[in-house]
């Protein structure tokens, strides 16, 4: 008689099977609570539940969500962020264009918070505090010989507008403290450091980001310089780390015809959005030149590549940072936000810049370090750019993406060895430090350079004050034979000159003094005065 095959007879296998596993999970998880059916439909949410209900130690839920907010983001891109509230003003407040507080600039020395300079028109300014003075009591509490921080100084005396804030100032002669009552305020902040005609018809605009009040600083600066006689322009965003992505389309209107393509972005998510010059700018025609360097990201980029792919101006330096990605702000009730990358930005031309960050966010962040160890920041030739990345502009110029701007005249950076004793001293910080010393001794006398001008072809670090250095840099540690000096002199007098000059009168008295020495800044006025821009 032949056998039946018994139908459910597989079925009978699988549920034996099934319940094989899960006895055997069962088991080998005795040690703890095991739900094998968790819900799939907020796996994030009820992760952080668990961990929150079982972790062995103590863990509050808010630290569990933004570790995991931060863990997310950093999988994604470089330029994906999560703020915290903490520091959210820190991050947020250089573009903004002005914060709340008291106004001084101020370094902590000696374990003090010494004025460096009160901000133009601010609060403190109006009270009469001065460069030089010590602030070393907030509210009748010592903050002076107790390790404080910059940033716990700024916790102190930022505030909302019309709160006060009381100090006591520490100041040579004065005998005894002086007390102030500041009521603080708005206080601007300028992405511009300076704007001057450094020679006759050649004007230098310096910004070190785009926030929200960088076009109209840059606009001001333009018809300044223009009834000043500015016939050629030098735009140096070397370090300038970028910003709001309208400021950037704004400045680069300025110098571009009408129509012109500024930038397009694009991504995934979000159609392509074209930004094109008006007939609004002020400087349309006359020589153009930006400086640049591995500093220069971003907003800074968007300007540089949309002047090089329009034969526009001509670019100067080291090849840029190379961040071509573009992020929006997504806003939290408890003060904390997230920056998401939602586009990719591209120069006329179709260059997307943005370097390769496939190897990593450690390996993104020293790439800077990568560039000086194979060669690339000393010679150009060092650079090699994949064929598949090359563009041409309108008149036939070579450009390329997929790493930030590449120069058309590359300046290396300066590694002489015959200026060992100088790059000692600048990198210790002996420069910077003797020329606040001197500035906090001198201040009275040093106050007769009421300009800028005035400093520059007034002041000069005479021997003796370079004898004074060098004896103070031997104490430091910084030894020297005759060769040596002879050959950093130059430099490190005009560095002195520069901060004390800083200390001073601020921007307007360093960079027309360091600019003497520096040589993107030289081989740019070089190239202006000689008509030698040629595309």
């Known amino acids: 008689m032949e056998k039946k095959n018994n139908p459910y007879l597989p079925i009978w296998f699988a549920v034996v099977l099934i319940g094989g596993i899960i006895l055997g999970i069962f088991l080998g998880n005795r040690t703890g609570n095991f739900n094998l059916l968790a819900s799939q439909k907020d796996k994030l949410k009820e992760v952080i539940n668990y961990v929150e209900e079982n972790y062995v130690d103590t863990m509050s839920r808010k630290v569990l969500e933004e570790k995991a907010i931060t863990g997310m983001l950093e999988k994604l891109d470089p330029h994906s962020v999560y703020i915290s509230a903490e520091e959210f003003h820190d991050a947020n407040d250089p573009l903004l264009g002005s914060f709340e507080g008291i106004g001084v600039q101020f370094r902590i020395e000696n374990d003090t918070v010494t004025v460096i300079n009160p901000v133009a028109g601010g609060p403190s300014e109006k009270l009469g505090i001065h460069a030089g003075d010590r602030i070393v009591k907030v509210d009748g509490k010592n903050i002076a010989g107790i390790k404080i921080s910059t940033n716990d100084v700024m916790r102190k005396l930022k505030g909302a507008k019309g709160t006060e804030v009381k100090v006591a100032i520490f100041r040579r002669g004065a005998g005894g403290l002086l007390d102030f009552t500041i ?16 020679e006759p018809g050649i004007g230098y605009i310096r910004l070190n980001n785009f926030s929200a009040t960088t076009h109209e600083e840059v606009h001001r600066a333009i018809e300044t310089l223009k009834d000043d006689g500015m016939k050629k322009l030098i735009l140096d965003l070397r370090s300038n780390g970028g910003g709001y992505l309208k400021a950037a ?14 930038v397009y972005t694009e991504g995934m998510n979000h159609k392509r959005e074209v930004s094109k010059a008006t007939s609004d700018g002020l400087f349309e025609k006359g020589d153009l030149i930006i400086l640049v360097d591995e500093g220069t990201a971003s907003a800074a980029e968007i300007v540089s590549g949309a002047i090089q792919d329009h034969d526009r101006g001509m670019i100067v330096g080291r090849r840029s940072f190379g961040k071509g990605l573009v992020q929006e702000q997504l ?17 006329p ?15 993104y962040n020293s790439d800077t370090y990568h560039r000086f160890m194979n060669g690339e920041l000393e010679h150009a030739d060092s650079i090699k750019f994949p064929d598949s990345l090359k563009y041409k502009t309108p008149k036939g110029r070579t450009v390329y993406g997929g790493g930030g701007i590449m120069p058309d005249i590359f300046i290396p950076l300066e590694k002489d060895s015959a200026m060992f004793y100088y790059t000692q001293c600048i990198n210790k910080g002996l420069v910077y430090q003797y020329a606040f ?24 670090v005479a021997d003796a004050i370079y004898a004074d250095f060098v004896a103070y840099a031997v ?3 910084v030894k020297h034979d005759g060769k040596d000096l002879s050959k950093s002199d130059r430099y490190v007098k005009t560095m002195l000159k520069a901060y004390i000059g800083r200390n001073m009168l601020d921007n307007a008295g360093f960079y027309p003094v360091l600019n003497t020495i520096d040589p993107g800044f030289l081989k740019a006025v070089e190239l202006l005065e000689k008509g030698a821009l040629k595309f």
């Open 437 to 460: 010393d001197y500035t906090d001794r001198n201040r009275i006398q040093l106050r007769r350079f009421k300009t800028a001008v005035q400093f520059e072809t007034g002041f000069v």
């Open 349 to 363: 031309t179709g260059r997307c810049i943005q370097k390769s960050y496939k190897d990593g966010l450690e390996v």
């Open 183 to 198: 009521t603080r305020d708005v206080i601007p902040t300028y992405s511009m450091d300076i704007a001057y005609m450094p």
């Open 331 to 347: 806003d939290f009730k408890d003060g904390s936000a997230l920056r998401l990358t939602v586009a990719r930005y591209y120069t």
């Open 475 to 477: 104490k430091k540690g």
């Open 249 to 262: 389309i704004d400045v680069a209107d300025e110098f571009l015809g009408t129509d012109d393509l500024i």
